[in-house]
C-alpha cells in the first residue's frame, strides 16, 4: 500500500481517508471530493495516473483541511499515528503540512515500529519538519525545489524563509554544492530529486544524474508541476522501481508532460496530468523498461 498524507487548503475540512479515485478537477475519497489540481491533489493526481497505468493498487490518501493555523496537519497526523500499524503500508508520502517537528517525530517514530516499516517519502512542510527534528535520516526520498535544497543545505536555517544569502543566491550551478553540504549535516534523505530547471538526482551525498531536457520554461510558472514529480516518484517507487530511476523517470516524465501539452502561463496542472498516460505508453518502455505488463500487480 502506498499512502500520500497532506493538507488541502480548504477550512474545517475533517480527515478524509481510503482509496482515491480522480473525477475531472476533483478527487473523491471514502465518498468525500476535494480538489485535484492543488499541492497535496495535483501529487496524488499525478501518482494515480502512473498507478493506474502501472496496474497497481491505487493510493491510499489521508488529507484534511489546513488554511495555515495547523489544525488540519494535526488531524492528519493523529489519524496516521492511530492507523498506521493497522494499515501496514509499504510506502508513505507526506506533502504539505505545516512543519510541526513534534508530530513529524512521532509519526516517524510509530512508522519505524512497525515489523516492516515503510519507505518514507517527504516533500514541502513534511520535508521541512524531518530537516529541523533531525529525522531526514529516517526517509527514502526527498524532493526539494533549489531554494529548499538551499535549506536543508543550511545549519541553521529553521525553515526555508530564514535561508542564509550566500546560500539562496547560489544559482542552479551551485545546487551541487548545496546536495553535498546537506548530505553532510544529515540534512537529506537517502535519495534527493532536486526541481528546477535542471533536475539534480542524488544518492547518499553524489549528484547521480541530471535532467534538463525536454526543456520547458514555461512549466516554471504553473503552479502544481514540483507536486506532480513527487507524486510520479512516489508511484514509481511503490510499483517496484529503484528509488534513483525512479526519480529520473519522474523527471523526464514531468518535462516531456508540458512538452506534449503545449502550455502557456494560463495551463493549468491537470492539463499536464491528462498528458501522462500517453506520455507513459509513448516512453516509459524505452526509458525503463516498463511497457505493457504492471511492474507490481500487488504491493501491500
Not at 74 to 97: D, Q, T, W
Not at 160 to 187: K, M, R, T, W
Request: hydrophobic share 40%.
Amino acid at each position: 500500500m502506498l499512502i500520500i498524507s497532506g493538507t488541502i487548503p480548504q477550512k474545517d475540512t475533517p480527515v478524509i481517508a481510503g482509496k482515491v479515485r480522480r473525477e475531472g478537477d476533483m478527487l473523491i475519497a471514502d465518498g468525500q471530493p476535494f480538489p485535484s489540481i492543488q499541492g497535496t491533489g495535483a501529487m496524488i493526481s499525478a501518482a494515480l495516473a502512473a498507478t493506474e497505468y502501472m496496474g497497481v493498487e491505487p493510493p491510499y490518501i489521508v488529507v484534511a483541511g489546513d488554511i495555515g493555523k495547523g489544525d488540519g496537519t494535526r488531524l492528519m497526523y493523529r489519524y496516521l499515528n492511530e492507523n498506521i500499524a493497522s494499515l501496514k503500508p509499504g510506502f508513505v508520502a507526506l506533502h504539505y503540512c505545516q512543519p510541526f517537528m513534534n508530530l513529524l517525530t512521532q509519526f516517524t517514530i510509530a512508522a519505524e515500529k512497525m515489523d516492516k516499516p515503510p519507505f518514507l517519502i517527504a516533500d514541502a512542510g513534511a520535508m521541512y519538519a524531518a530537516k529541523a527534528a533531525g529525522k531526514a535520516g529516517s526517509f527514502g526520498l526527498f524532493t526539494p525545489d533549489p531554494s529548499e535544497i538551499a535549506f536543508l543545505a543550511d545549519p541553521n536555517a529553521t525553515h526555508p524563509a530564514y535561508i542564509a544569502d550566500h546560500l539562496f543566491c547560489c544559482g542552479v550551478e551551485g545546487v551541487p554544492q548545496l546536495i553535498e553540504s546537506a548530505y553532510a549535516q544529515n540534512s537529506a534523505a537517502k535519495v534527493m530529486v532536486v526541481k528546477g530547471s535542471r533536475d539534480y538526482i542524488a544518492k547518499n551525498g553524489e549528484v547521480v544524474a541530471t535532467v534538463e531536457e525536454p526543456d520547458v520554461p514555461v512549466l516554471e510558472t504553473i503552479g502544481g508541476t514540483g507536486d506532480t514529480i513527487t507524486g510520479l516518484a512516489s508511484a514509481f517507487i511503490y510499483a517496484g522501481v529503484e528509488p534513483v530511476e525512479a526519480g529520473i523517470l519522474a523527471a523526464k516524465c514531468n518535462r516531456m508532460g508540458g512538452k506534449m501539452a503545449s502550455p502557456t502561463p494560463a495551463t493549468k496542472v491537470s492539463q499536464i496530468i491528462d498528458i501522462f498516460p500517453a506520455v507513459f505508453k509513448q516512453y516509459l518502455c524505452e526509458w525503463s523498461g516498463i511497457c505493457t505488463t504492471p511492474v507490481r500487480k500487488e504491493n501491500k
